[in-house]
């Protein structure tokens, strides 16, 4: 026997219009996860500035992101540049390095290269990984906001690779 039909509606009925409205509800759900994350092309610090402005300004009051994002320029902790420091680590095989050159503007990390430096052909195809990987996972970050766990299915060279941030961030600090 079937189930009996609900405000004239039969079952198929209901069950798509269940179905369309929980698709509808997870579009949404993405659309708004979407939105939460930063665009690539607005820099962080642009982006937390006009928030700022917009949380704290009372109608009629005079502007201040200006006065917020020259404030956050001067709170810059680390020079500009390009820095280049090695990493070690150790593997089942045993002490692996890989070289870390990071170019950082305002804080952020701009670019990041990796350059394997295995010692056998397990370590080589996990730095390989690592170093394709990499520039997704950090590229856009703040430099103190660096904590590299597993990239590419490499979670060893992460330890190389913090170990030399770790030496950039000594060596840039201003």
Known sequence: MTAP????????KRVLTALAAVSILGAAGCAGAEAETPAAEAPAAESSAADATDATEAPGAAPTGAATADAA?????YEDGTY???GGYQSPAGPEEVGVTLTLAADVVTAV???PMPDNPTTTMYQERFAGGISDAIVGKKLDELAVDKVAGSSLTS??????ADK???EAQL
């Open 5 to 12: 039909a609900r405000a004239g509606f039969p079952l198929h």
């Open 84 to 86: 280049t420091q090695t």
């Open 113 to 115: 290269e990796v350059e």
């Open 168 to 170: 950039i961030k000594s």
């Open 73 to 77: 320029a001067t709170d810059q902790s």
């Open 159 to 164: 330890g190389g690779f913090n170990e030399a």
